[in-house]
């Protein structure tokens, strides 16, 4: 089957350049992008991460989820949030329960994160979290449980909070088949920044820390520099506010990513063997999984 999927693979690379290819967007992208060198500003930061792995047996699940707040020397800001069961890992989505491990994990290790910044938030200046509060937003609207809705209105009133995305597929700027990032990364490469706008009270903007690094995306609750509603963004502006951001956010970086963000995923990190060992631990890992006669475990 391998070798029909290759050939359709072949077949639809013209569709893939058709969306890589719009001139259109990635000049967009230059119009809004706003070189700026940050000048790193010394602020007592907290990097917050969840990390989740599961093995699937015969009728239920086994899995671990974990979150922590870390300082740069990797200490923990507050103590770590976890929990280790065993579940069919069913939950509500759209008016009906299905068994959904990813979302189930996901939803938990992004409700440790929002109790971790709501006690790490007083202990440092600058809080930032991995992933976009703007994914939190809408989950919590159509199918993540009550403990994440209660979480997401506190999150947004935070003083002190910054959400940092690697990847995003959010396409409110540019308007193009493809995430905004794609075409900010690919069409600019110095340090900077895209002209901001708001969304359900959060200003969104991305951003790159060092020249020629990755290209992330960044929200802050609250409105800087009066920026207008997505997706009218412009580049007119001195935007000081987004530059006040950029320079704390360039405080101990990692090829143009913060350090503090690289602590946390690697203390939160819960890997196969990680998984595996706490199947052996609860005295499971005997049980079938089901895949046994495929060959596989």
């Not at 063997?273 to 596989?296: H, N, P, Q, T």
Request: aromatic share 8%; charged share 25%; hydrophobic share 35%.
């Amino acid at each position: 089957m391998i070798g029909e999927l290759i050939g359709e693979a072949f077949r639809r690379t013209g569709e893939l350049g058709g969306y890589l290819g719009d001139r259109r967007n990635f000049e967009r992208a230059r119009e809004l992008w706003i070189g700026y060198s940050p000048k790193p500003r010394e602020v007592r930061q907290a990097g917050i991460d969840s990390g989740w792995n599961f093995v699937q047996l015969q009728g239920f699940y086994i899995y671990a989820v974990a979150a922590v707040s870390v300082a740069p020397d990797s200490s923990y800001v507050v103590d770590p949030r976890y929990d280790v069961g065993a579940s069919t890992m069913e939950m509500e989505e759209r008016g009906r329960m299905v068994s959904d491990p990813h979302l189930f994990l996901e939803t938990r290790g992004m409700t440790f994160e929002g109790e971790l910044a709501l006690d790490s938030s007083p202990r440092v200046d600058l809080l930032l979290l991995d992933g976009s509060l703007m994914a939190r937003v809408y989950d919590s609207r159509s199918r993540a449980p009550t403990t994440l809705k209660d979480l997401v209105p506190r999150l947004k009133e935070l003083g002190n909070a910054v959400f940092v995305a690697k990847r995003s597929q959010s396409s409110e700027v540019i308007g193009g088949p493809l995430g905004d990032i794609h075409y900010f990364s690919s069409a600019t490469s110095g340090a900077g920044f895209s002209a901001p706008c708001v969304e359900e009270g959060v200003t969104t903007f991305y951003a790159r820390l060092e020249d020629y690094t990755e290209c992330l995306r960044i929200e802050v609750p609250g409105i800087l520099d009066g920026a207008p509603p997505c997706p009218r963004a412009a580049p007119e502006g001195d935007w000081e506010d987004v530059r006040h951001v950029m320079d704390r956010l360039a405080h101990g970086t990692v090829g143009g990513y913060p350090y503090v963000l690289i602590q946390a995923h690697e203390r939160a990190h819960i890997g196969d063997k990680d998984i595996g060992a706490i199947a052996e631990v609860m005295g499971v890992s005997y049980l079938s999984s089901g895949r046994e006669v495929l060959g596989e475990r």
